[in-house]
């Protein structure tokens, strides 16, 4: 076994660990400190997949952006207007139905891809080739996320604005 | 450093008989290492300078006693912390109380293995440097909310959220204004950034593209002294409103982690000011000193500079008020950042 191999069994079973805190824990702070373990550790992945520049976008986005509102979300509804927020189970017979379906499709999917095993090389430099596929060949979907974005934006300052009026 | 294990492999010495992994291993906790003593040195010594900064602004002496002129007042300090007790309020989230600091320090120390020391000398050269920087000090802002979330106290709640929401905010101006460089230069790598300021004061990009340029590193300087929560933008630990915002439930040891990665912090951006708008590594005279390791010396030289002006201001500027520190970050520096983007990018096509 490789140095290689080890860390990235050391990644997976941080992800796994991490994620079963968030599913199972009952606080929903604890939740979002188990998703913040498992956005490192896959982040940690794409490192050694080679995808450097994704990594990074992993952390920012996901750890610096989604994970920032969800505990603003949690802390201004929970410590500070008193709402008790917990997770728990309900609805056990459809949730077991659905994961078996979702399993068994992911199961058969692994099975059945041909999966491509390559030597692992020097990471070669993806920030350039990502900026030039953005500026030709997905220059539309590239376009349409950012409107999205801004009409999301536009969205967000009019809903909080609205109350002050 | 990866040329420095490929040297040591292909030597003569007992090194070469290492596999290279070991080796690669070895020099990566060194490099932690050496990262973690260089910032507690940091914190150490800016502390004493911050105190006799603030004592010669307001004609005092600050701290004379221990040792010659009190030189030794952080060391007697930093003893008197780690024996101090290390008190959890007994409501307090025991779990997340204990994790939010060394989170907190996580992130400015992962960030320091990317910046370029000297030339060809960086703990990690990788392609994605100064992303990587951005992406990865975002961490503290998570560290930051879980703090005053589990220390299940009304100040220390609302001066983590106030600390989140300023950072967030002033990601955006900063993140703006780095890309201002990274346009011109076309990589994102600090080596690459630093080269391409090299040979003295008049290549550095702060005067290229005038005044774009200027105006993005007043913006980046704002806007990283925001994100440091230093005065005149430190409402998130406002004493007369907030006793002492998110560590006001923390005490001794773990409190001192909170200052040493404060301290980091103003560190982390000073230099990473010094390496994308400065000149970075390279001697402000052309061919004087720099060579090789003297680019420590200019590239510190440059930091240390740039924090005396952060404890300049701390001791001459109010504080904000939340609405005017919104203001300043939205309506000032997001469209200056973003008029510096166009302007360069127009100078570069015309």
Known sequence: ?165 | MRELIDALLHSETFFAKLSPTLLTLIFMALGALLIVLVLALNALIAVYAERKVSAWMQERLGPMEVGPRGILQTLADTVKLLVKEDIIPAAADKRLHWLAPFLAFVAPCAAFAALPYARNFVFANFDIGVFYVTAITSLSVIALLLAGWASNNKWALLGGMRAAAQIVSYEIPAGLAILTIVMQVGSLNFNDISLAQDGGIHHWLIWRYFPFNLIAFLVFYLATLAECNRTPFDLPEAESELVAGFHTEYSGFKWSIFMLSEYAEMLLVALVGAALFLGGWSSPIPGFLNTGAWGVLWFGLKGVVLILTHMWLRWTLPRLRVDQLMHLSWKVLTPFSFACIVGVGLWMLA
């Open chain 1, 1 to 165: 076994m490789t140095f290689f191999d080890v860390m990235f069994y050391v990644l997976a079973a941080m992800i796994l660990l991490s994620a079963a805190i968030m599913v199972f824990a009952k606080n929903l702070i604890y939740n979002a400190v188990g998703l913040l373990f498992a956005f490192f550790g896959v982040a940690g992945l794409y490192v050694m997949l080679g995808a450097d520049f994704l990594a990074a976008t992993q952390l920012l986005i996901y750890v610096g952006g989604i994970l920032v509102l969800l505990l603003f979300g949690v802390m201004l509804s929970q410590r500070i207007t008193g709402l008790e927020m917990r997770t728990g189970t309900l609805q056990m017979l459809p949730a077991v139905i659905v994961c078996a379906g979702v399993v068994a499709i992911l199961l058969r999917m692994i099975w059945m891809s041909p999966w491509q095993k390559t030597e692992v090389g020097e990471p070669a430099a993806t920030t350039r080739t990502i900026g030039t596929l953005f500026m030709t060949d997905y220059l539309i979907p590239f376009e349409i996320v950012s409107v999205l974005l801004l009409a999301a934006l536009v969205g967000a300052a009019f809903i909080g604005r609205r109350d002050a009026r």
